[in-house]
């Protein structure tokens, strides 16, 4: 996807600006990113723009539980940086695979999150007078989820087709209509919010 998003960038840019292309002005959201150096010297702020914005899971537990299986924990995700722009198409990656020495391993924790009103305004600073105007509400639109294990699982995605309100879950050639409620229920990989 973040190929995709480049490479179509890349070649719509408009000849006059050289920089602006349709795909900045709809995925590109910018963060404020804070760098703790030390006590003495204090923090490093910087400002960093992004197409799609990964997200870290926590890590998967060590133990199992008392029923001998491994407990896959649920949780809200949290913002490590500061959102001080957001786009109008709102892609957010969850980091779930990471590489060890000799294989990749796929972090199972399924992350809570709404189908419709996703907000986001107590991640985002505002001045005064600009909070109305703010959009910082987004809904879902696309779910994208990984099933299986690293390298021999399969994808399927889950997309609302919006003049009708309805979710349907497609893979391969497979597309069945299904609830909104079963979006939520899965290991999503990638979101897309509008």
Known sequence: MSWLLNTLHTDLKSSRTKTSSIIHQCFQGEL???????AKDGAE???MLFLMLGLDLPPPPLFKD???KNIIPQCVLVMRYRVTR???YLILHM???TKNNFFVEKNPTVVNFPVKNLELKDYIPSK???EE???SKYDLIANIVHDGKPGEGAYRVFVQRKSEELWY???DLHVAETLPQMVALSEAYMQIDI
């Open 32 to 38: 404020e990113v804070v760098k703790e150096i030390n």
């Open 95 to 97: 980091r779930r695979f």
């Open 133 to 135: 105007r703010v959009r």
């Open 45 to 47: 702020t910087s400002r």
């Open 66 to 68: 008392v029923m001998e």
């Open 169 to 171: 879950e497609m893979q």
């Open 86 to 88: 957001l786009p109008q």
């Open 128 to 130: 005064e007078g600009e």
